[in-house]
């Protein structure tokens, strides 16, 4: 059960990463595309629709990625209820991994959507830059990647503490 666990949160990493990697080229395809007007004397925004599918890529990976660490805790928390309950350290550090990883994904999934739709076409000639979705979100897909982690280490160490114990 622990090699499952672990499998299950390289895959997690795995995605997580990706999706961090994807919208960051996704910040880099839509800077490409900045052009200074000098008319106006601000910089312009010309929608990229590489730009649009790399978002949308990172967006679907850390939205996949944060269901399969959901699962993978509902599980653990199903096949550990005694270890969890003698344990409150653990499960207060699993609880704070759960309660982090909500967080970052509240604010990451739709950072990463807005990243997206700025980039869509649009009517407009032209569109002014005030933010770095894009970018942000990509941290914060890293950011779920490392609170993903610890929890898959927290649930793997109570999983074989609970077998060691009950051997």
């Not at 399969?68 to 653990?90: F, H, K, P, W, Y």
Request: charged share 10%; with cysteine; hydrophobic share 50%.
């Amino acid at each position: 059960m622990a090699k499952a666990i672990i499998s299950v949160c390289l895959v997690i990493l795995i995605a997580d990463v990706a999706a961090g990697i994807l919208s960051i080229q996704a910040e880099t395809a839509q800077n490409e595309v900045i052009r200074y007007m000098s008319l106006k004397k601000f910089k312009c925004q010309v929608p990229n629709d590489q730009a649009f599918k790399l978002g949308l890529a990172a967006t679907i990976l850390l939205a996949l990625s944060h269901v399969v660490a959901n699962l993978l805790g509902v599980c653990m928390c199903i096949c550990c209820t005694q270890e969890l309950e003698r344990s409150s350290a653990n499960r207060q550090f699993w609880f704070g991994c759960l309660v982090l990883s909500w967080i970052v994904v509240a604010a990451g999934f739709p950072t990463l959507v807005m990243g997206a739709v700025e980039n869509t076409k649009s009517k407009g000639s032209c569109k002014v830059l005030h933010h770095h979705f894009l970018f942000v979100g990509g941290m914060l897909c890293f950011v779920h990647g490392l609170l993903s982690v610890a929890f898959c280490v927290s649930a793997t160490v109570s999983f074989e503490k609970g077998i060691s114990h009950s051997h």
